[in-house]
């Protein structure tokens, strides 16, 4: 192979009267170093938004639900206990949801309504340590004062309140007095705000202490689910089949892959969309490679003959426009490659590319995995040796006679 590698590089570098076919060369390799620059700065901002995404999900979602089918359900104290029995339960606490109307001195808003635990000792809001939330929602406010309520940021901005201030939440629970039927109706006090990065729940959510929300929603003793924290998330499949797969109707369990399988189907979709797309990049450089390839067999088809007449073999022609090929795109997938990853280096240190509110992140999330780098790079290589098979197999197939006589 020193002989096939030597020719190769012998050929790479053009003479002056061969100057079109370096530039077509040189061109080939610009081609895929932008090709694969340019996937690697884009599928690390796929995968960057992925994890974001995943981590303002998780900073609120509980791992795992315990569900009823039959809607709100009670006595739920044995499963909660045969739940906390597990060694990879990180935390377990019951959960109520529900719907109300809040209502402050300047404006009405719908709004999610949670009821949690906050003795449970369980991370429950993103933002709130245990023993914070438990001074904020505690069970047993002093006589006089009213409950706690924390809201997501985005709602007490859109309905006015800070910290500190009133506000009434009205359920669609209704109670028959001898005026007729009247909402259910609580005053709570403002204890504070959380930001999750996701409109979805900074602007439509409010936790309160559960006793409190089972008396909103004339729901007395009862649950919507047990939400139960993991200390391997994904690994959540793996314990829930193993130690939740004894649970019976009407009982039932979904992680949280399962509620959120159409957002990261969607992201998974579009990152491999995107994967497809940009390699037409790459694509359109292996067919300047061919072309180069091809240019230069015309150019040395008399080199080709004398190799042939001294002893060259098929074979070994075929190596050396093969090996040429090679090594173009070689090149430029390591070009491009070390551009992507400093370009990606640079947007996740520096974060100079803000993005505007509508988007759930303030600057453009990168996080450059190694596994797409090498898939990127293996999948560059492939397609450019695809690109050298038809014109080494050309040359190797010239007749040495008629090259000699018509070159």
């Not at 620059?37 to 901002?45: D, R």
């Not at 609120?60 to 739940?83: C, F, R, T």
């Not at 809040?102 to 719908?110: E, P």
Request: with cysteine.
């Amino acid at each position: 192979m020193a002989v096939e590698f030597f020719i190769a590089e012998k050929y790479l570098r053009a003479k002056r009267k061969e100057g079109f076919i370096s530039l077509i060369t040189f061109l080939a390799v610009a081609g895929v170093t932008v090709g694969v620059m340019a996937l690697v700065i884009v599928i690390a901002v796929m995968s960057g938004a992925e994890t974001q995404f995943r981590q303002k999900i998780l900073g609120l979602e509980p791992h795992i639900l315990i569900m009823n089918y039959k809607g709100n359900y009670d006595n739920y104290g044995p499963l909660l206990a045969s739940v906390k029995d597990n060694p990879h339960i990180k935390g377990a606490s019951p959960i109520l949801f529900g719907q109300a109307m809040i209502r402050t001195n300047h404006s009405f808003s719908g709004v999610m309504v949670r009821g949690i635990n906050p003795e449970s000792g369980s991370a429950l809001i993103k933002g709130f340590t245990p023993a914070q939330l438990e001074k904020a929602l505690g069970k047993a406010p002093e006589p006089g004062a009213l409950p706690g309520i924390i809201l997501g940021k985005a709602l007490a901005n859109s309905v006015g309140v800070v910290k500190g201030e009133k506000v009434i939440l009205m359920s669609s629970k209704s109670f028959i007095s001898p005026i007729g039927q009247i909402p259910s109706m609580k005053r709570f006090v403002v204890k504070g705000t959380f930001e999750s990065g996701m409109s979805e729940y900074d602007g439509m959510l409010a936790y309160v202490q559960l006793n409190q929300a089972q008396q909103l929603i004339s729901a007395k003793d009862k649950i919507s689910a047990i939400g139960i924290w993991v200390d391997k998330v994904f690994n959540v499949k793996q314990i829930q089949e193993k130690y939740f797969s004894s649970i019976e109707y009407p009982f039932y369990v979904r992680d949280w892959m399962d509620i959120n399988h159409s957002l990261f189907s969607a992201l998974k979709l579009e990152k491999t969309a995107m994967f497809i797309i940009l390699t037409l990049i790459i694509l359109v450089a292996a067919f300047n490679i061919a072309s180069a390839l091809i240019m230069m067999v015309m150019e040395k088809t008399k080199d080709i003959a004398v190799l042939k007449a001294m002893g060259a073999t098929n074979s070994m022609i075929r190596r050396i426009f093969m090996i040429k090929g090679m090594i173009i795109g070689f090149l430029g997938t390591l070009l491009g490659t070390l551009l992507g990853i400093v370009v990606c280096y640079f947007l996740k240190k520096y974060n100079f590319i803000q993005l505007p509110k509508a988007y759930p992140f303030s600057t453009l999330p990168v996080q450059l995995e190694y596994m797409d780098v090498l898939i990127i790079s293996a999948s560059s290589i492939l397609i450019c040796f695809l690109s050298t098979l038809y014109p080494s197999y050309k040359a190797s197939k010239m007749d040495p006679v008629e090259a000699i006589r018509y070159g």
